[in-house]
């Protein structure tokens, strides 16, 4: 007894804090971000490229109107957008994080109404705690061996706790399985939508890890034409390594080519402008320019259609031969081992010249080998494209293969830009031993990053340093002035570093697993971060604190030893985790309320002023931009948002809350302020700042819930051990306590895996049924809804019944299929390919197996014109179907209008050619343009004809040099497509 009664002592001893110097903090804070606020009022003005560019440099259809110019205007013009602008405007993926935080919010609302109405009066009335310190307002105030007024009714405090927290948890698994319902009906008429069938992924399946036996378009295509619809397009996917470096090898020389001949134009513009009298006709233009400048009738006939003012041409030749530029280049046998820059090494080259050339050879090497692509080796996945939606679900969720793991995994919803091609030839063994090295470097890097963290912070004491640097050892003066310096700026520096490094470490891993999507990486990059931040901010923060705080200072070695040291104990005697859980978890409350008010404060004013995004902006304009396509890249890239590393801090500062409330109920407002100054800001940044390029649709979402119910488990986990701390003093109401919080616990593990067995496939894949009534009703979004629908078109006589409609349904496709067999011998194309299918005698030949094949592809043909249809006729009446859905459901979701289509493609309508959207960019990609800036003397545009002249392709469209020689654009690349597709 008396060891817990220590263990308590110290904890809540270091929990104390004045409530001066909390008020402190919160002023500090406050200030700190009213100043940033008004910084970024007074910015947004100045520098609509980085405050608003989704106003101006997006698309007309996703363009924003820009918010109100007046103080704090743009909060009401945020707060007043509907769900269908946000999905419009910033997809669906910003709409889901948004609604999450948005769920938080309430949770926590309601939570600091619950916590500071009654568990502080709890904790607080009827003690002697002092009134002006944190730690007398939570549920260390009910200990009566820190506490001796609270007397017996400690444990009657407790239970307050206890149904407290029985009524925080109980709502939130309540909102939490609501919320699931409410993400997989968005998700279905998402899927659903004729904005999203519109693209290919939507009737695409990706199947890897092929056995050679199955590894050819001809057997693919008889093996999946049996399913509804039938196959339209099917391309296996092929080793393209050595055309991908020959392609970035020319990027390369692309980007070399317009450096050299945008350096020759403005030498050439600078020497015209030092040297006047050699360029007479450069003096009439402008004197034309100026005439014109006067007289904007002229100008306005001009820009009208008129007479267009001839610009002076120049020939290049008779320019010095100093502007242009060159280099040496080495012959000699080490040239692959020398930098061709070492002074006095080979001979000078004209690099125009020179690159052109190897241009010119490379685009005839990369043509020939595009056209030679069926010939490079086949790996074993690939990309099968059906007439149906229908169909591309059925055959990701069916058992396709008698062999373990052959054709496996198989994936839908696989965007051509989304698609990670270098890890297409792995195999299912494969993955999975990469996903087994990953987790382990992971876990070992989550457990033991805090020991390098106290490494680097051992620079901060003055000691390690002078061991370290020896030389300063007797500079005395010197000395003083270099460790302090050291001391005061290194370890931060060093730490910020090691955290920055941190998410390319682990995005590295999660595409080394062998992910074939990028927003697959993404998803996967949530769920290690959040672990990492976890363990690393609540645990060693906590728990470990007291291994950290038993070594001394200045020797960070012991104290990190110390950490490993402590949970080797932990792992040996779990009796101890759990004491030190409940002992110091309550302890750190001050800590996380802190934590908890300086990312709410200056956490979200630090997001909308983006301080640093505006200085790298104007120094990479200034300093590292000399091409048109480097300056559009500055000026017309958009910042996109980072699911992966983002989601996680929130869900983490859920966690948080969710742990300290029914233990420190006074983080529960500013959990609450966190989480409403979040949600006004990254409303703001994801509608006017972050553009997105992928879409998942909504993914992030479900697991962000899951992540919620491993925050409520470790709350109940940590407040049940806490009881049982208090069993040397409470006694059995302490056990009674105790017990019920662990069967809160099961309960909630439980529904957890209950959730996750119920929504998992549904988040995934579209349900037969949904899909099947879209087919031949024009519905599509809920099944009982739709049901309800079919009424009207079923039975006008009232007596309808679910099972009769389902019945008339099974009918009418049985009538429609008999009705719709195709004549003997007709055959069916894709992609190039045509196979007859139906050799009766041949079948016969083979046997049972070729008879069963036979009756199989009969039935898919049967089936194959009754699903042709199936996209158009699905999404055709899906916001009738949904209507009905939210009047069953008491207005429990909305329908959605999910605005324009994204991704590449327009449907299986035979409006546009798919025959190369899954094919390795690399195969299909066309010949880039050489991008140069229009110039008053005719330089570019004499480039420009040499280069076509020779078969490069070369413009000069949308890029101009000013007078002062600042390159400006005024429109996207005309290769823009070609290096969005690399």
């Not at 692959?336 to 010119?360: M, N, R, Y």
């Not at 929130?650 to 949600?679: K, Q, R, W």
């Not at 069963?852 to 996209?871: E, H, M, S, T, W």
């Not at 010949?927 to 330089?939: A, K, N, R, S």
């Amino acid at each position: 007894m008396s060891n817990n009664t220590n263990v308590n002592q110290q904890a809540f001893s270091e929990q104390e804090m004045p409530i001066s110097s909390f008020i402190s903090a919160v002023a500090f804070n406050g200030a700190i971000a009213v100043a940033m606020f008004v910084g970024f009022e007074i910015l947004r003005r100045v520098s609509p490229r980085i405050y608003s560019p989704k106003t101006f440099l997006v698309d007309q259809i996703e363009r924003m109107p820009a918010a109100s110019k007046y103080p704090l205007g743009w909060i009401w013009s945020v707060l007043k957008l509907k769900d269908d602008d946000i999905i419009k405007h910033a997809g669906l993926d910003s709409y889901m994080f948004l609604k999450f935080i948005r769920l938080n919010l309430k949770l926590f609302f309601l939570y600091t109404i619950l916590g500071c109405c009654i568990l502080i009066p709890v904790d607080i009335v009827g003690t002697s705690s002092p009134r002006n310190n944190l730690a007398s307002y939570s549920i260390g105030n009910t200990n009566p061996s820190l506490v001796p007024s609270i007397g017996s009714s400690s444990g009657a405090r407790l239970w307050g706790h206890l149904i407290i927290a029985y009524i925080f948890f109980g709502y939130l698994l309540y909102t939490l399985r609501r919320q699931f319902l409410s993400y997989i009906r968005i998700r279905q008429q998402y899927l659903t939508s004729k904005s999203h069938n519109a693209t290919p992924q939507a009737n695409t399946v990706l199947i890897c890890d092929i056995p050679d036996e199955l590894n050819d378009e001809e057997v693919l295509y008889k093996m999946f034409n049996v399913m509804p619809g039938g196959v339209a397009n099917i391309w296996i996917n092929r080793n393209s390594n050595h055309i991908v470096k020959l392609v970035q090898k020319r990027e390369k020389l692309i980007k070399d080519l317009e450096t050299a001949s945008t350096k020759l134009i403005k030498g050439a513009q600078k020497y015209a402008q030092k040297h006047p009298e050699q360029f007479p006709q450069l003096q009439e233009y402008a004197a034309t320019q100026t005439e014109l400048q006067q007289d904007p009738s002229l100008m306005q006939a001009q820009q009208a259609g008129g007479p267009q003012v001839p610009k002076p041409a120049y020939d290049v030749s008779q320019l010095p031969s100093e502007l242009r530029p060159t280099a040496r280049s080495l012959t000699l046998p080490l040239q692959a081992h020398l930098p061709s820059l070492i002074p006095g090494l080979g001979q000078k080259d004209d690099v125009i010249t020179k690159k052109q050339q190897e241009l010119i050879a490379l685009n005839n090497e990369i043509l020939h080998q595009q056209q030679q692509f069926k010939s490079f080796p086949k790996l074993r996945s690939a990309f099968i494209q059906f007439r149906s939606q229908m169909a591309a679900h059925m055959v990701a969720q069916s058992l396709v293969h008698h062999e373990p793991l052959a054709c496996e995994p198989r994936y839908v919803e696989v965007a051509p830009p989304d698609v990670i091609w270098e890890n297409l030839h792995l195999t299912c063994e494969a993955v999975i031993a990469r996903r087994a090295i990953s987790n382990v470097i992971v876990a070992g890097m989550i457990v033991f990053w805090g020991v390098i963290t106290g490494l680097f912070s051992s620079l901060a004491q003055y000691k390690a340093i002078t061991n370290f640097f020896t030389a300063l050892k007797g500079l005395s003066g010197i000395a003083n002035t270099a460790a302090g310096a050291i001391q005061g700026i290194l370890p931060t520096l060093l730490v910020a570093i090691l955290m920055s490094v941190l998410p390319m470490i682990l995005r590295f891993l999660s595409r080394f697993e062998g992910n074939v999507r990028k927003t697959t990486v993404d998803l996967d990059l949530m769920d290690k971060y959040y672990a990492f931040l976890v363990f690393n901010v609540v645990f060693v923060a906590t728990v470990v604190n007291a291994a950290a705080s038993a070594t001394t200072a200045s020797n960070a070695a012991a104290s990190a030893t110390g950490v490993v040291n402590q949970f080797g104990s932990y792992a040996q005697n779990p009796t101890e985790f759990l004491s030190v859980i409940g002992s110091k978890f309550p302890g750190a409350a001050n800590f996380f309320v802190s934590y908890a008010l300086l990312q709410g404060l200056s956490g979200s004013a630090s997001e909308i002023l983006q301080i640093f995004t505006l200085i790298i902006h104007y120094i990479t304009g200034v300093l590292f931009t000399s091409t048109p396509r480097q300056v559009w890249g500055v000026r017309w890239n958009l910042s996109e948002f980072d699911w992966g590393t983002r989601f996680p801090q929130h869900t983490l500062i859920t966690t948080i809350g969710l742990v300290y409330a029914p233990i420190a109920p006074l983080i529960l407002p500013f959990i609450t302020i966190y989480f409403a100054l979040y949600y006004v800001v990254f409303t703001y940044q994801l509608i006017y700042v972050y553009h997105q390029e992928l879409q998942s649709g909504g993914l992030a979402f479900p697991k962000a819930i899951f992540q919620l119910f491993f925050g409520a488990s470790l709350a109940e986990l940590v407040l049940a051990a806490y009881f049982f701390t208090q069993i040397p003093t409470t006694g059995p109401q302490a056990i009674a306590q105790a017990v019920l919080m662990l069967a809160l616990l099961g309960f909630t593990i439980g529904m957890w895996l209950v959730c996750k067995f119920q929504f998992d496939p549904l988040v995934e894949y579209l349900a037969i049924d949904l899909l099947q009534l879209g087919q031949d009703f024009g519905i599509g979004a809920h099944p009982t809804a739709a049901m309800r629908e079919m009424k009207a078109k079923l039975d006008g006589e009232g007596n309808f019944t679910e099972r009769t409609a389902q019945d008339k349904l099974n009918s009418q496709i049985r009538n429609q299929a008999s009705q719709e067999v195709p004549p003997q011998g007709q055959s069916t194309a894709y992609n190039g390919y045509h196979g007859d299918l139906e050799d009766g005698n041949a079948e016969t030949k083979q046997g049972l197996p070729g008879q069963l094949g036979a009756r199989l592809r009969g039935l898919g043909n049967q089936f194959r014109k009754v699903g042709v249809d199936v996209n158009n006729q699905l999404t055709g009446n899906v916001r009738n179907a949904m209507a009905v859905m939210r009047e069953d459901n008491n207005n429990f979701e909305q329908d959605f209008d999910f605005g324009f289509n994204r991704s590449k493609g327009a449907g299986l309508d035979g409006a546009e050619n798919y025959d190369d959207v899954y094919l390795h960019p690399a195969i299909v990609t066309p010949l880039p343009t050489i991008w140069l800036p229009q110039d008053i003397l005719g330089v570019a545009q004499t480039q420009v004809e040499d280069y076509r002249t020779n078969g490069l392709n070369s413009t000069t469209e949308g890029a101009a040099l000013t007078r002062k020689g600042r390159v400006t654009v005024s429109g996207d690349p005309p290769d823009l497509e070609y290096f969005a597709r690399q």
